[in-house]
């Protein structure tokens, strides 16, 4: 199971006017709390940041990083997704799962029958829907992340508990 110590807590959006702010997104369940979290990295680690939100704007924040200066430096991290070491987050209840926690995980049915893994965590909008890819499925699967279908999240276990809807698989 993949186990990391950063979590993407946002991403670069590219330049916000010509004096070297960015756009941002925060994905965190409080937007402005993604500046509590500095310094932020890149996933490699190889670039720091310390982020500053200036004003918010649609869809996220204008804000500055530490050494980035220029509408052109700005756009050239463009897509950047920024992490924050996991001891910087706040622990949550046990009923919410940070995404990169589930990813890799082995889900199974409720008489233990492999269903597959992790892929991907994903939100159309309608709620969290875990991509589930695996030797024996054609395709990738989307199945609903409600206590309803998942009843056992065992992060310990490394595995998923789901109890999928007729049809699904």
Same mark, same amino acid.
């Given at each position: 199971?993949? @186990?990391?110590?950063?979590i993407?807590?946002?991403?670069?959006?590219?330049?916000? /006017? *010509?004096?070297?702010?960015?756009?941002?997104k @925060?994905?965190? #369940?409080?937007? $402005?709390?993604?500046?509590? +979290?500095?310094?932020?990295? @890149?996933?490699?680690?190889?670039? $720091?940041?310390? !982020?500053?939100?200036?004003?918010?704007?649609?869809?996220?924040?204008?804000?500055?990083?530490?050494?980035?200066?220029?509408k052109?430096?700005?756009?050239?991290?463009?897509?950047?997704? !920024? +992490?924050?070491?996991? %001891?910087?987050?706040? $622990?949550?209840?046990? %009923?919410?799962? +940070?995404?990169?926690? !589930?990813?890799?995980?082995? *889900?199974?049915?409720?008489?233990?029958?492999?269903?597959?893994?992790?892929? @991907?965590?994903?939100?159309?909008? #309608? /709620?969290?829907?875990?991509?589930?890819?695996?030797?024996?499925?054609?395709?990738?699967?989307? !199945?609903?992340?409600?206590?309803?279908?998942?009843?056992?999240?065992?992060?310990?276990?490394?595995?998923?508990?789901?109890?999928p809807?007729?049809?699904?698989?």
């Amino acid at each position: 199971m993949p @186990s990391t110590d950063l979590i993407c807590v946002g991403a670069i959006g590219g330049a916000f /006017g *010509v004096h070297g702010e960015v756009r941002l997104k @925060s994905f965190c #369940a409080v937007p $402005s709390d993604i500046a509590d +979290y500095n310094p932020l990295s @890149s996933e490699d680690g190889s670039q $720091s940041f310390t !982020l500053t939100l200036t004003r918010p704007i649609k869809n996220g924040f204008a804000g500055r990083l530490s050494g980035i200066a220029t509408k052109e430096q700005a756009d050239a991290i463009k897509g950047l997704q !920024l +992490y924050a070491r996991r %001891d910087q987050l706040p $622990s949550l209840p046990d %009923d919410e799962f +940070y995404h990169a926690d !589930l990813i890799g995980l082995e *889900v199974v049915d409720t008489g233990g029958t492999t269903l597959g893994r992790v892929k @991907s965590v994903q939100n159309h909008g #309608a /709620g969290d829907l875990l991509e589930l890819h695996g030797p024996n499925l054609p395709a990738t699967v989307l !199945l609903p992340f409600t206590r309803q279908i998942v009843p056992t999240v065992d992060l310990e276990a490394g595995r998923i508990v789901a109890d999928p809807p007729d049809g699904l698989f």
